[in-house]
T-cell receptor
Framework: ETGVTQSPTHLIKTRGQQVTLRCSSQ?????VSWYQQALGQGPQFIFQ???????GRGNFPPRFSGLQFPNYSSELNVNALELDDSALYLC???????????FGSGTRLTVV | GQQLNQSPQSMFIQEGEDVSMNCTSS?????WLWYKQDPGEGPVLLIA?????ELTSNGRLTAQFGITRKDSFLNISASIPSDVGIYFC????????????FGKGTKLTVNP
């Protein structure tokens, strides 16, 4: 059974640019969530997708958007990048909305 | 609000010692999860708790879901050097929320 894979592993972007991060869910998982983890902090919930529909959102502005595809892979898009967007972005998948999530290793985004 | 207060923030122990950390909240949580995160990796699920009062073990790890549904603890017995890492409690708040809330983590250092 494959786990959750994320790409790229590291990324450097300039303030104002746009970025797309990708996630491949664990086989059989229909729910994917994205989290932002700043240095020294716990992960913060961005949003969740269940069967290709957004199923909940945390306190993040609309320039954070996402997609889930029929094969349950997912994208996180961030527009108009700000310096404070620098963080580890984690994707997590689950077989159901309230089960323990399996996390990927994350994408380390640095905005300069 | 839906915040998790995790303590202690950090622990320095000798190999072979037992460890205890806990998480509390002012509001009810329906599910409690304990994760471990190593540097450069995503969190790995250690134990999931789904019912108030539930006591669950995973090898040297034991965790309990508090009766009030507002707290949980994690114990590690006979610590070993590979237990080093950051431990996070996390939970799904009541009301069917899909948002997994994380504590700020407990950083564990084990001296051989």
């Amino acid at each position: 059974e494959t786990g959750v894979t994320q790409s790229p592993t590291h990324l450097i972007k300039t303030r104002g640019q746009q970025v797309t991060l990708r996630c491949s869910s664990q086989s059989g998982h229909n729910t994917v969530s994205w989290y932002q983890q700043a240095l020294g902090q716990g992960p913060q919930f961005i949003f969740q997708y269940y069967r290709e529909e957004e199923n909940g959102r945390g306190n993040f502005p609309p320039r954070f958007s996402g997609l889930q595809f029929p094969n349950y892979s997912s994208e996180l898009n961030v527009n108009a990048l700000e310096l404070d967007d620098s963080a580890l972005y984690l994707c997590a998948s689950s077989a159901d909305r309230n089960y323990g999530y399996t996390f990927g290793s994350g994408t380390r985004l640095t905005v300069v | 609000g839906q915040q998790l207060n995790q303590s202690p923030q950090s622990m320095f122990i000798q190999e072979g010692e037992d460890v205890s950390m806990n998480c509390t909240s002012s509001s009810i949580f329906n599910t409690w999860l304990w994760y471990k995160q190593d540097p450069g990796e995503g969190p790995v699920l250690l134990i999931a708790l789904y019912k108030a009062g539930e006591l669950t073990s995973n090898g040297r790890l034991t965790a309990q879901f508090g009766i009030t549904r507002k707290d949980s603890f994690l114990n590690i017995s006979a610590s070993i050097p590979s237990d080093v890492g950051i431990y996070f409690c996390a939970g799904f708040p009541g009301g069917g929320s899909e948002k997994l809330v994380f504590g700020k983590g407990t950083k564990l250092t084990v001296n051989p």
